[in-house]
Protein backbone atom coordinates (compact mmCIF):
# COMPACT_ATOMS: atom_id res chain seq x y z
CA UNK A 1 0.00 0.00 0.00
CA UNK A 2 2.91 2.37 0.87
CA UNK A 3 4.78 1.76 -2.04
CA UNK A 4 1.00 2.46 -4.41
CA UNK A 5 1.26 5.76 -2.45
CA UNK A 6 4.64 6.74 -3.12
CA UNK A 7 4.54 5.66 -6.90
CA UNK A 8 1.51 7.92 -6.89
CA UNK A 9 2.74 10.94 -5.88
CA UNK A 10 6.01 10.03 -7.83
CA UNK A 11 3.84 10.36 -11.16
CA UNK A 12 2.13 13.38 -9.79
CA UNK A 13 5.14 15.23 -9.27
CA UNK A 14 6.48 14.36 -12.75
CA UNK A 15 3.51 15.24 -14.27
CA UNK A 16 3.30 18.67 -12.42
CA UNK A 17 6.84 19.63 -12.72
CA UNK A 18 6.32 18.44 -16.34
CA UNK A 19 3.33 20.73 -16.84
CA UNK A 20 4.74 23.64 -15.25
CA UNK A 21 8.05 23.41 -17.74
CA UNK A 22 5.90 23.27 -20.28
CA UNK A 23 3.83 26.20 -19.03
CA UNK A 24 7.70 28.38 -18.52
CA UNK A 25 8.44 27.31 -22.13
CA UNK A 26 5.22 28.44 -23.34
CA UNK A 27 5.64 32.03 -21.62
CA UNK A 28 9.58 32.76 -22.69
CA UNK A 29 8.33 31.91 -26.37
CA UNK A 30 5.09 33.84 -25.71
CA UNK A 31 7.72 36.56 -24.57
CA UNK A 32 10.40 36.38 -27.04
CA UNK A 33 7.68 36.75 -29.52
CA UNK A 34 6.52 39.65 -27.83
CA UNK A 35 9.99 41.01 -28.11
CA UNK A 36 10.94 39.84 -31.50
CA UNK A 37 11.63 42.77 -34.00
CA UNK A 38 11.86 41.33 -37.91
CA UNK A 39 14.98 41.70 -39.27
CA UNK A 40 13.78 44.46 -41.71
CA UNK A 41 11.31 46.59 -40.16
CA UNK A 42 9.71 49.96 -41.37
CA UNK A 43 8.62 51.61 -38.60
CA UNK A 44 4.90 53.52 -38.90
CA UNK A 45 3.56 57.07 -36.99
CA UNK A 46 -0.22 57.85 -37.89
CA UNK A 47 -0.32 61.65 -36.55
CA UNK A 48 -3.61 61.77 -37.48
CA UNK A 49 -5.01 60.36 -34.61
CA UNK A 50 -3.20 62.59 -31.93
CA UNK A 51 -1.10 61.54 -29.06
CA UNK A 52 -1.19 62.07 -25.30
CA UNK A 53 0.98 64.03 -23.22
CA UNK A 54 0.25 61.48 -20.04
CA UNK A 55 2.18 58.20 -20.22
CA UNK A 56 -0.84 55.26 -19.67
CA UNK A 57 -0.09 52.15 -18.73
CA UNK A 58 0.54 49.36 -21.18
CA UNK A 59 -3.10 47.30 -21.03
CA UNK A 60 -5.71 46.87 -23.03
CA UNK A 61 -7.87 49.01 -21.01
CA UNK A 62 -6.09 51.87 -20.88
CA UNK A 63 -5.19 51.78 -24.66
CA UNK A 64 -9.70 51.47 -25.36
CA UNK A 65 -10.08 54.50 -23.23
CA UNK A 66 -7.29 57.00 -25.25
CA UNK A 67 -8.51 55.01 -28.38
CA UNK A 68 -5.21 53.84 -29.23
CA UNK A 69 -3.06 57.20 -29.08
CA UNK A 70 0.70 56.53 -28.93
CA UNK A 71 2.08 58.41 -26.06
CA UNK A 72 4.41 61.58 -27.25
CA UNK A 73 7.54 60.34 -25.33
CA UNK A 74 7.10 56.97 -26.64
CA UNK A 75 7.40 58.26 -30.32
CA UNK A 76 10.23 60.13 -29.16
CA UNK A 77 12.48 57.79 -27.21
CA UNK A 78 11.29 55.06 -30.10
CA UNK A 79 12.81 57.23 -33.02
CA UNK A 80 15.70 57.69 -30.89
CA UNK A 81 16.34 53.75 -30.59
CA UNK A 82 15.38 53.32 -34.11
CA UNK A 83 18.18 55.64 -35.27
CA UNK A 84 20.61 53.17 -33.78
CA UNK A 85 18.94 49.58 -34.65
CA UNK A 86 20.03 48.21 -37.68
CA UNK A 87 16.43 46.22 -38.07
CA UNK A 88 14.65 49.28 -38.85
CA UNK A 89 15.47 50.32 -42.12
CA UNK A 90 12.61 53.46 -42.48
CA UNK A 91 9.72 55.07 -41.45
CA UNK A 92 6.42 56.30 -42.83
CA UNK A 93 4.00 58.60 -41.16
CA UNK A 94 0.45 59.90 -41.89
CA UNK A 95 0.65 63.96 -40.86
CA UNK A 96 -2.15 65.33 -43.25
CA UNK A 97 -4.94 66.04 -40.49
CA UNK A 98 -2.45 66.05 -37.00
CA UNK A 99 -4.53 66.45 -33.96
CA UNK A 100 -1.26 67.91 -32.50
CA UNK A 101 -0.56 71.44 -30.64
CA UNK A 102 2.73 73.48 -32.23
CA UNK A 103 4.56 72.26 -29.49
CA UNK A 104 4.12 68.92 -29.88
CA UNK A 105 4.89 68.88 -33.83
CA UNK A 106 8.06 70.68 -33.27
CA UNK A 107 9.48 67.89 -30.75
CA UNK A 108 8.41 65.26 -33.05
CA UNK A 109 9.58 66.87 -36.41
CA UNK A 110 12.86 67.50 -34.04
CA UNK A 111 13.26 63.46 -33.26
CA UNK A 112 12.34 62.93 -37.38
CA UNK A 113 14.73 64.87 -38.45
CA UNK A 114 17.29 63.36 -36.29
CA UNK A 115 16.07 59.99 -37.11
CA UNK A 116 16.97 60.75 -40.79
CA UNK A 117 20.81 61.47 -39.75
CA UNK A 118 20.97 57.44 -39.52
CA UNK A 119 20.60 57.45 -43.31
CA UNK A 120 17.61 55.60 -43.05
CA UNK A 121 14.72 56.80 -45.10
CA UNK A 122 11.65 58.47 -43.82
CA UNK A 123 8.75 59.21 -45.97
CA UNK A 124 5.58 61.68 -45.13
CA UNK A 125 2.31 60.81 -46.40
CA UNK A 126 -0.98 62.62 -46.54
CA UNK A 127 -4.25 62.30 -48.18
CA UNK A 128 -4.52 65.82 -47.87
CA UNK A 129 -2.99 68.45 -45.95
CA UNK A 130 -6.29 70.80 -44.54
CA UNK A 131 -8.68 69.83 -46.87
CA UNK A 132 -11.75 71.37 -44.70
CA UNK A 133 -9.36 73.51 -42.96
CA UNK A 134 -5.62 75.06 -42.83
CA UNK A 135 -2.88 72.42 -43.23
CA UNK A 136 -0.45 74.62 -42.09
CA UNK A 137 0.80 71.90 -38.81
CA UNK A 138 0.32 68.95 -40.86
CA UNK A 139 2.67 69.99 -43.88
CA UNK A 140 5.08 71.76 -41.08
CA UNK A 141 5.67 68.21 -40.31
CA UNK A 142 5.48 66.88 -43.29
CA UNK A 143 8.82 68.76 -44.35
CA UNK A 144 11.36 66.98 -41.49
CA UNK A 145 11.14 63.82 -44.04
CA UNK A 146 12.71 63.23 -46.60
CA UNK A 147 9.91 62.79 -49.01
CA UNK A 148 6.12 63.70 -48.90
CA UNK A 149 3.88 61.96 -50.67
CA UNK A 150 0.35 63.70 -51.43
CA UNK A 151 -2.86 61.58 -52.54
CA UNK A 152 -3.37 62.64 -56.08
CA UNK A 153 -7.03 64.06 -55.39
CA UNK A 154 -5.43 66.32 -52.00
CA UNK A 155 -4.96 69.50 -51.92
CA UNK A 156 -2.24 72.28 -49.86
CA UNK A 157 -3.95 74.08 -47.27
CA UNK A 158 -0.98 75.97 -46.40
CA UNK A 159 -3.46 79.17 -45.87
CA UNK A 160 -2.24 80.83 -42.79
CA UNK A 161 -2.82 80.38 -38.95
CA UNK A 162 -6.20 82.06 -37.78
CA UNK A 163 -7.02 82.47 -33.66
CA UNK A 164 -10.38 83.04 -32.10
CA UNK A 165 -11.57 84.23 -28.99
CA UNK A 166 -15.13 84.59 -26.99
CA UNK A 167 -16.34 86.85 -24.61
CA UNK A 168 -19.16 86.48 -22.31
CA UNK A 169 -19.73 90.25 -21.01
CA UNK A 170 -23.22 90.32 -22.86
CA UNK A 171 -24.53 87.24 -21.60
CA UNK A 172 -23.28 88.66 -17.96
CA UNK A 173 -25.16 91.77 -18.49
CA UNK A 174 -28.37 89.87 -19.22
CA UNK A 175 -27.78 87.81 -15.84
CA UNK A 176 -27.08 91.24 -13.86
CA UNK A 177 -23.88 90.45 -13.22
CA UNK A 178 -21.18 92.54 -12.80
CA UNK A 179 -17.60 91.31 -12.84
CA UNK A 180 -14.85 92.90 -10.88
CA UNK A 181 -11.74 92.36 -12.50
CA UNK A 182 -8.66 94.64 -13.11
CA UNK A 183 -5.36 93.74 -14.70
CA UNK A 184 -1.53 95.23 -15.14
CA UNK A 185 -1.46 97.06 -18.20
CA UNK A 186 -3.46 97.22 -21.62
CA UNK A 187 -1.61 93.58 -22.82
CA UNK A 188 -2.82 91.26 -19.52
CA UNK A 189 -5.85 90.90 -21.45
CA UNK A 190 -7.54 87.61 -19.89
CA UNK A 191 -9.77 89.66 -17.88
CA UNK A 192 -11.29 90.85 -21.14
CA UNK A 193 -13.38 87.50 -21.56
CA UNK A 194 -15.41 88.89 -18.83
CA UNK A 195 -15.59 93.03 -19.63
CA UNK A 196 -15.56 93.06 -22.93
CA UNK A 197 -17.95 92.50 -25.61
CA UNK A 198 -14.81 92.78 -28.64
CA UNK A 199 -11.27 92.97 -28.83
CA UNK A 200 -9.60 95.69 -27.68
CA UNK A 201 -6.95 97.40 -29.63
CA UNK A 202 -4.14 95.77 -27.09
CA UNK A 203 -5.69 92.40 -27.44
CA UNK A 204 -5.64 92.28 -31.16
CA UNK A 205 -2.35 93.37 -31.20
CA UNK A 206 -0.78 91.08 -29.00
CA UNK A 207 -2.99 87.92 -30.65
CA UNK A 208 -1.53 89.16 -34.12
CA UNK A 209 1.82 89.21 -32.86
CA UNK A 210 1.70 85.94 -31.47
CA UNK A 211 0.40 84.28 -34.71
CA UNK A 212 2.71 86.43 -36.98
CA UNK A 213 5.93 85.22 -35.39
CA UNK A 214 4.08 81.37 -34.59
CA UNK A 215 3.66 81.59 -38.53
CA UNK A 216 7.31 83.36 -39.48
CA UNK A 217 8.50 80.27 -37.54
CA UNK A 218 6.38 77.38 -39.41
CA UNK A 219 7.35 79.38 -43.11
CA UNK A 220 11.23 79.49 -41.87
CA UNK A 221 11.04 76.15 -41.46
CA UNK A 222 9.26 74.78 -44.11
CA UNK A 223 11.75 76.89 -46.74
CA UNK A 224 14.86 75.29 -45.11
CA UNK A 225 13.48 71.72 -45.30
CA UNK A 226 12.53 72.18 -49.04
CA UNK A 227 15.50 74.89 -49.94
CA UNK A 228 12.87 77.12 -51.33
CA UNK A 229 13.44 80.69 -51.05
CA UNK A 230 11.02 81.86 -48.93
CA UNK A 231 9.77 84.64 -51.08
CA UNK A 232 8.75 81.96 -53.12
CA UNK A 233 7.29 80.15 -50.83
CA UNK A 234 5.15 83.05 -49.64
CA UNK A 235 4.12 83.59 -53.25
CA UNK A 236 2.70 79.70 -52.72
CA UNK A 237 0.77 80.96 -49.44
CA UNK A 238 -1.20 83.54 -51.52
CA UNK A 239 -2.22 81.45 -54.00
CA UNK A 240 -3.26 78.53 -51.38
CA UNK A 241 -4.95 76.17 -51.17
CA UNK A 242 -3.07 74.49 -53.99
CA UNK A 243 -4.19 71.09 -55.82
CA UNK A 244 -2.06 68.05 -55.75
CA UNK A 245 -0.61 69.10 -59.55
CA UNK A 246 -0.15 72.22 -58.16
CA UNK A 247 2.23 71.55 -54.85
CA UNK A 248 4.04 69.07 -56.60
CA UNK A 249 4.72 72.01 -59.93
CA UNK A 250 5.71 74.03 -56.76
CA UNK A 251 8.23 71.48 -55.40
CA UNK A 252 6.19 71.65 -52.41
CA UNK A 253 5.62 67.70 -52.23
CA UNK A 254 7.95 64.97 -54.12
CA UNK A 255 4.99 62.47 -55.17
CA UNK A 256 1.42 61.77 -55.96
CA UNK A 257 0.68 58.56 -55.07
CA UNK A 258 -2.08 56.58 -52.60
CA UNK A 259 -0.80 54.96 -48.95
CA UNK A 260 -0.51 51.28 -51.01
CA UNK A 261 1.88 52.70 -53.37
CA UNK A 262 4.07 54.67 -50.82
CA UNK A 263 4.49 51.57 -48.96
CA UNK A 264 5.51 49.83 -51.86
CA UNK A 265 8.49 52.48 -51.99
CA UNK A 266 10.16 51.75 -48.48
CA UNK A 267 9.59 48.18 -49.11
CA UNK A 268 10.94 48.00 -52.74
CA UNK A 269 14.26 46.80 -51.75
CA UNK A 270 12.84 43.77 -49.77
CA UNK A 271 8.93 42.80 -50.47
CA UNK A 272 8.89 40.75 -46.50
CA UNK A 273 9.71 44.38 -44.89
CA UNK A 274 7.21 44.19 -41.62
CA UNK A 275 5.59 46.95 -40.39
CA UNK A 276 5.45 48.30 -36.63
CA UNK A 277 4.38 50.94 -34.53
CA UNK A 278 6.87 52.97 -33.41
CA UNK A 279 5.74 53.13 -29.60
CA UNK A 280 4.93 49.41 -29.63
CA UNK A 281 8.60 49.17 -31.01
CA UNK A 282 9.50 50.79 -28.02
CA UNK A 283 7.85 48.88 -26.23
CA UNK A 284 9.32 45.58 -27.50
CA UNK A 285 13.14 47.04 -27.04
CA UNK A 286 12.68 49.34 -23.66
CA UNK A 287 13.17 52.54 -23.08
CA UNK A 288 17.11 53.82 -23.92
Not at 112 to 140: C, D, L, Q, W
Not at 165 to 183: M, Y
Not at 191 to 203: G, Q, V, W, Y
Amino acid sequence: MLSLLLKTFTILGVLSAAVTLIALGAGLCGWLVKRHVPSRTILEMDLEAGVTEASPPWNPVSQFILGGKPHLRSLIEGLIRAAEDSRIVGLVARVGTVKLGFAQTQEIRDAVIAFRKSGKKAIAYAETFGEFGPGNVGYYLATAFDEIHLQPSGELGLTGLVAEAFFVKGVLEKLEIEPRLDHRKEYKNYKNLFTEKKFTPAHRESIQRILDSQFEQILRGIAERRKLPETELREQVNQAPLSAAEALGAKLVDKLSYWDETLETLKAPNPKTKLLYVHRYLHKVGSP
